[in-house]
């Protein structure tokens, strides 16, 4: 079983829905990381959470410590943000590790 | 710099070549990763620096890599006689340490070996 688990793998959306993507992991862990790579794109990272919740823009991220389970949300989808989603955790400064990533794309 | 820089971005090489690719972090970030996302595959932890030692050096896939880290600063990712299993987007990313702040990710290097 893999430490860090993304649900669902791939994600179709029309513009304007509101999109959630879960993550879980089974390891103790100090922060967890949200990014966004789109088609033939690098890596660009969106969030790092320890507790609670972020907003930046339409993207808010979510995690519950106890339930090692944390959630990225899309309000108001636009094709734009058609891209891979990997939610990854990491101890310290140590490596991330990371989940297989979900697929979204949202169609005009 | 302003971000991290990787280079080449393209590196296309015959099986049995080696290669070098660079990676210019983030000035002062004492934290330096690399991975490989092969085709259709998940990103894959190669090595850590802190500074310029290895701790973490447990994701070389064999012996044909290996990876320095000079000054604090620019990294060196070598592999050595490349086969095809070798070819995947090859990404540094760099952080400030102690895990308190987010990872800064280069562009990648593209290897295809022929």
């Known amino acids: 079983k893999n430490e860090v688990e993304q649900s669902p793998q791939n994600l179709t959306a029309q513009e304007g829905e509101f999109i959630t993507i879960n993550c879980s992991y089974s390891?103790?862990?100090?922060?967890l990381h949200w990014l966004q790579q789109h088609p033939g794109g690098g890596i660009v990272s969106l969030f790092m959470l320890s507790s609670g919740k972020k907003k930046h823009g339409r993207l808010i991220a979510t995690i519950n410590i106890q339930e090692k389970h944390s959630s990225l949300h899309i309000t108001a989808s636009h094709p734009r943000d058609s891209a891979v989603y990997i939610c990854?955790?990491?101890?310290?400064?140590?490596?991330?590790?990371f989940g297989k990533g979900t697929k979204l794309t949202v169609n005009p | 710099g302003a971000g991290v820089s990787q280079s080449p971005s393209n590196k296309v090489t015959e099986k049995g070549k080696d290669v070098e690719l660079r990676c210019d972090p983030i000035s002062g970030h004492t934290a330096l990763y690399w991975y490989r996302q092969s085709l259709g595959q998940g990103l894959e932890f190669l090595i850590y620096f802190q500074g310029n030692s290895a701790p973490d050096k447990s994701g070389l896939p064999s012996d044909r890599f290996s990876a320095e880290r000079t000054g604090g600063s620019v990294s060196t990712l070598t592999i050595q006689r490349t086969q095809q299993e070798d070819s995947a987007v090859y990404l540094c990313?760099?952080?400030?340490?102690?895990?308190?702040?987010?990872?800064?990710f280069g562009s990648g290097t593209r290897l295809t070996v022929v």
């Open positions: 390891v103790g862990i100090s922060a």
């Open positions: 990313a760099s952080s400030s340490g102690q895990g308190l702040y987010g990872y800064t």
């Open positions: 990854a955790v990491s101890r310290g400064s140590e490596k991330l590790v």
